[in-house]
């Protein structure tokens, strides 16, 4: 009875974690559709306001292994907690800012540290409680971030079109709070792991790893790396798709459709690929969407009409999208729960790390040869790199079936 209860349980608190990385990255993404209002009323450069988006990337990326060690040692709750007050607060003083500076500092600083709080944290929780259905677990919570341009983003732009860009981002800011608070209390301690190998890893030689232990191992190192090379991959060719579309000669509202759709593509990715990860293997199936991912890429430099524009961005949704939540599943397999919040808050980092390098790189490509197409080819060669660093990475080794001593021992 405690664990079905236990099990039901798990599933809220999946819920609760794709709220919050929905609202969480939804805010931060909004800065697309505040961009021009906040340049137009402030007389800022675009690339001025631009560079708050950066600046979340390198911020979220060095808070992620911060809030990841916290949640392992203070437990879950307190972290998303205070990154939900921190993310009102960004979004609050944004909303008052009256220079450039205090503007990348409110939204880009204090926001970005702030969105580290929620995904490593709220996958890794999520991931201890529910142990059957563990990838379709993980690909929820990272389905949130999936959904927060159909949900914010619309919000946003209503706000703005309604009051101004300060009361759009004020009003932001507060149901961030609103939402976020009591969503943070209903975070729970999961239940003590099944067996040794769910809390420890199926890598320690001692069945026990220590965070310094498990940074230096090459397991890690392959992960981290892969997980790098792939947002490194994809994130020049999902910042510079509606820009490059308008090339190829689709007009620009139809061109930001196409962007809408590889998005919410992801989205149906998260949930696709967490499934067949679960019958599967994270390992086979992160592999080979990674390399789906590689030749959507390439393919891109090969379609020019809108019909081909909308088919080709739905393979490149399914799997950009679909590979990401594997990332944490694979750290859970190996490492375990025990510290799974510092090692994917580590590994999250990496992440964050290539995401910030590709919309800046598709920018220099298309200064200095006025095209995109060295983006792509860089691209498509970065994410074969990713490919060939999965395929490295050791299959994790299936679980040995508890004794009965064991099964007294847990009940």
């Not at 944290?121 to 563990?134: D, F, K, N």
């Not at 927060?148 to 706000?159: G, I, K, Q, R």
């Not at 019958?279 to 891109?300: C, E, M, P, R």
Request: aromatic share 12%; net charge positive.
């Amino acid at each position: 009875m405690g664990k079905a209860s236990g099990s039901s349980y798990g599933w809220v608190v999946v819920a609760v974690g794709a709220l919050m990385t929905c609202v969480a990255f939804g805010s931060m993404l909004a800065l697309a559709v505040f961009l021009q209002p906040i340049s137009e009323a402030m007389g800022w450069s675009r690339s001025g306001v631009s560079a708050a988006a950066t600046i979340n990337f390198l911020a979220m990326g060095l808070a992620a292994f911060f809030w990841g060690t916290l949640s392992d040692r203070f437990g879950t709750r307190i972290v998303v907690l205070s990154g939900t007050l921190l993310l009102g607060a960004g979004l609050i003083g944004a909303s008052q800012a009256t220079s450039l500076w205090q503007f990348q500092l409110a939204f880009g600083v204090l926001i970005g540290i702030a969105a580290g709080s929620f995904y490593a944290p709220m996958v890794a929780v999520a991931s201890a409680w529910v142990e059957q259905r563990r990838s379709l677990a993980v690909a929820l919570v990272s389905a949130g971030m999936g959904v927060s341009p159909m949900t914010v983003a619309p919000f946003a732009s209503y706000l703005i079109a309604s009051y101004d860009w300060r009361t759009a981002m004020l009003i932001i800011g507060i149901v961030a709070l609103a939402l976020l608070i009591p969503a943070s209390l209903l975070v729970r301690r999961p239940p003590e792991p099944s067996t040794p190998v769910a809390a420890h890893g199926t890598g320690a030689p001692d069945g026990q790893w220590t965070v310094a232990q498990a940074l230096r191992t090459p397991q890690f190192i392959i992960l981290a790396s892969a997980h790098f090379a792939c947002c490194a991959a994809h994130s020049g060719p999902i910042f510079h798709l509606v820009s490059y579309a308008m090339i190829c000669g689709i007009a620009p509202l139809t061109a930001v459709t196409v962007y809408s759709l590889a998005g919410f593509s992801g989205l149906g990715g998260r949930l696709l690929l967490g499934l067949l990860a679960d019958s599967f293997g994270a390992k086979h199936v992160l592999v080979g969407g990674l390399f789906v991912q590689a030749l959507a890429i390439a393919t891109y430099l090969a379609v020019g009409q809108l019909g081909e524009f909308y088919a080709l961005s739905v393979v490149f949704g399914l799997a950009y999208g679909g590979v990401m939540p594997l990332y944490a599943v694979l750290v859970r397999e190996y490492f375990g729960v025990r510290i799974m919040g510092s090692m994917f808050g580590a590994v999250s980092a990496f992440a964050s790390l290539g995401m910030a390098l590709g919309p800046l790189a598709g920018g220099w490509v298309f200064d200095a040869f006025h095209g995109y197409s060295w983006l792509y080819v860089g691209s498509f060669t970065i994410g074969m790199a990713a490919v060939a660093i999965a395929l490295s990475f050791p299959s994790a080794k299936r679980p040995p079936q508890p004794s009965l001593n064991v099964g007294r021992a847990a009940a």
